[in-house]
């Protein structure tokens, strides 16, 4: 399980406010995603990034920022644009060629209040 | 884009007993499909994967199989035991894996 971290675990948002989540990973992988995961429902992809300094939307990227400045890290921003910001958020890296497999952080669980 | 559909969403069943979910994607493009176990509260995990050029694939209790003529793809749990309760994901990318659909998720749940 380790590799790729979240941080923080739990966040609280006052509506109207802007918070950043942390993703972090020592795997040394190039590609990094973001995905949103909402009460009985699959993952969303959020953003993704597959080297270092570029970035593209997924599907649900409305009210969603990113940068990518380091490989290890693809840091998060859920803006006050984003209507409905409460739910889990899994970051992950894919490792490459030849299995090019997902590991997923621990997730960060955000809550607007 | 690609739409990939799981069914069941909840199936439950008695220890021992085996368990298939089953996938259909949208994309002939998609050529990878791994499949994620995800534990109340905690990270999905890889269990399985297979790609376009094979047909089937084991892993002691764990096979997956794929049918890419019908677009879709299924997981063969058997001798299910009480740990095997989790959600299971589905997925489907494409060659160059810079996406990956996911499924809606089946609750596993095991009865001892």
């Known amino acids: 399980d380790g590799g790729i971290t979240q941080s923080p675990k739990y966040l609280f948002r006052k509506e109207g406010q802007n918070v950043t989540l942390s993703c972090e990973q020592n795997l040394n992988h190039d590609a990094m995603y973001w995905y949103r995961q909402d009460p009985g429902q699959g993952l969303r992809l959020i953003y993704y990034?597959?080297?270092?300094?570029?970035?593209q939307k997924g599907d649900i990227a409305e009210g969603y920022s990113v940068s990518r400045e380091k490989k290890e890290s693809f840091p998060l921003t859920v803006t006050s644009a984003q209507k409905n910001p409460t739910a889990f958020y899994l970051c992950?890296?894919?490792?490459?060629?030849?299995?090019?497999?997902?590991?997923f952080g621990p997730g960060t669980r955000l809550t607007v209040l | 884009g690609e739409n990939v559909e799981q069914h069941p969403s909840t199936l439950s069943v008695q220890e021992g007993d085996s368990a298939v979910i089953k996938c259909t994607y949208s994309d002939s493009a998609s050529n990878y499909f791994p499949w994620y176990k995800q534990e109340l509260g905690k990270r999905p995990q890889l269990i399985i994967d297979i790609r376009s050029n094979v047909g089937e694939k084991k892993d002691q209790r764990i096979a997956v199989t794929l049918n890419k003529t019908a677009k879709h793809f299924s997981l063969h749990i058997t001798e299910t035991q009480p740990e095997d309760s989790a959600v299971y994901f589905c997925a489907a990318s494409p060659y160059n894996f810079n996406k990956f659909y996911f499924g809606s998720g089946t609750k596993l749940n095991v009865k001892p």
């Open positions: 992950a890296s894919r490792s490459g060629a030849p299995y090019n497999e997902q590991f």
């Open positions: 990034s597959q080297i270092v300094n570029d970035f």
